[in-house]
């Protein structure tokens, strides 16, 4: 107890440790901000009915933290960013020029890299923009434009995605953890009151073992999550004894470390996506003059309204993308070439091909229990709607994942800070 009140202490007696945290504080009050300033020529009860009756787009609006909702000058959150991120990183495994700029060039390469990604963002953003402007046109949730007013209302909202990608950037260089990520947190954190505020209304005495042993399940559903982001897999890891004249060096024993959870929320992302374009399609074609289209719209969107098939596709295409996901960021090979290059053996297994060989058949292994850990999260949110027949009582999914994934950097983050000025 004495040390957690003198790490806190020197939190907030450290000048620049304080200056990082008031200035994370400040940028997240302009970013709520942001989320609250609309977009010109909006119908305020056709769209709070909009996203009243449609859980897809509830969806959506937790992933732009709550602009979407009110469909601000921010409404698309920094989700360009993150897809153009996305892209950038699979096309530097995929093309040998950009996997060379990337590695072989140092920080210069990957600034180029991070370059590309942002002049990327800008015509992402700009061509979600029209797509959801159309839609709820159709919908009769914006009012008729102009052309010009068109133009412009795709460029405050593309302005509006850039800015938001910028303020993450600030955040990760002059505050605590990853910008963009805690830019999702807030919005994740932004929608509790709302929830909150929902349960409240809709609260009666008969319900009190339901929402007690809700608490219970959310806790355990945490400290699982907790659990299994932390843990790891250690590989022994011994250096070889080397004797240059009378000095003596390696022979140092140590590990390395795999994670169990190694692809981290980035499948559900991506499950996410696939699931979510074609139910984007569907709405699309909903408001369409022509039967057939009409009947395409019908049948996506009847196909995706059904839970027990949409939670079975989610949990499937989230199983395989871990092992996708895992597979193009994690390369045995290169782990095994890093180690023979410093002297280094796993004790038992033969340099080379053989260390690369049995580092993959333990990936395998723990990216298997990652897989299922990260499909069974994804789903619990519908499996607890379905069970309590409560739209509010849903724990876990991609939002658990952010929140805990942050709080963890942040605190890892923070303690290294502290650590360094005790030093």
């Known amino acids: 107890m004495n040390s957690f009140f003198q790490k806190l202490n020197t ?12 200035f994370v504080l400040f940028v997240l009050f302009i970013s709520r901000l942001l989320a609250a300033i609309p977009i010109p020529g909006i119908n305020l009860l056709a769209l709070d009915q909009f996203f009243a009756n ?3 787009f509830g969806l959506l609006n937790l992933f732009s933290g709550g602009g979407l ?10 989700g360009p960013y993150i897809t153009a991120s996305i892209i950038m990183q699979l096309l530097t495994i995929l093309s040998p020029r950009l996997k060379a700029m990337y590695h072989e060039e140092g920080e210069a390469g990957r600034q180029r890299v991070s370059q590309y990604s942002r002049a990327l963002t800008v015509p992402l953003a700009a061509l979600q923009a029209f797509a959801f402007i159309t839609l709820f046109q159709k919908n009769g949730i914006i009012l008729p434009l102009s052309p010009m007013e068109l133009g412009t209302n795709i460029a405050i909202i593309t302005a509006g995605s850039m800015l938001l990608a910028w303020i993450g950037e600030l955040l990760s260089e002059f505050g605590i953890g990853n910008g963009v990520s805690i830019i999702i947190f807030a919005g994740i954190v932004a ?4 929830v909150v505020e929902q349960l409240a209304l809709t609260f ?5 073992p339901l929402y007690l042993g809700f608490g219970v399940i959310a806790l355990l559903v945490i400290f699982g999550v907790v659990f299994i982001t932390e843990a790891e897999r250690p590989i022994p890891v011994t250096y070889a004894r080397r004797t240059r004249g009378n000095q003596v060096s390696g022979g140092v024993s140590t590990y390395l470390p795999l994670r169990l959870n190694q692809a981290g929320v980035m499948p559900v992302i991506f499950a996410l996506s696939i ?14 003059a022509n039967p057939m289209l009409l009947k395409v719209s019908t049948v996506l969107l009847s196909l995706f309204n059904n839970n027990l098939l949409y939670g079975i596709l989610y949990f499937v295409l989230v199983f395989l993308f871990t092992y996708f996901y895992t597979a193009v960021t994690f390369d045995p090979d290169a782990i095994s070439q890093n180690l023979q290059r410093g002297g280094a053996f796993i004790p038992g297994v033969r340099p080379g091909q053989s260390t690369s060989e049995y580092i993959g058949s333990i990936l395998t292994r723990l990216t298997m229990f990652g897989a299922l850990f990260l499909g069974i999260i994804a789903v619990l949110p519908l499996i607890m709607q379905a069970a309590t027949g409560i739209q509010s009582l849903a724990i876990g999914g991609t939002g658990l994942l952010i929140v805990v994934s942050v709080i963890i950097d942040i605190i890892k983050k923070v303690d290294a800070q502290l650590s360094l000025r005790e030093y």
Request: charged fraction near 10%; avoid cysteine.
């Open 204 to 208: 009666t005495p008969e319900q009190i």
């Open 54 to 56: 449609n859980q897809f």
């Open 69 to 78: 909702s009110g469909l601000s000058i921010v409404m698309l959150g920094v």
């Open 191 to 194: 929608g509790l009151p709302g």
């Open 11 to 22: 939190l907030f007696s450290d000048r620049s440790l304080r200056n990082r945290i008031l």
């Open 275 to 288: 699931l979510l374009f074609p139910q984007m399609i569907g709405n699309f074609l909903a408001t369409s």
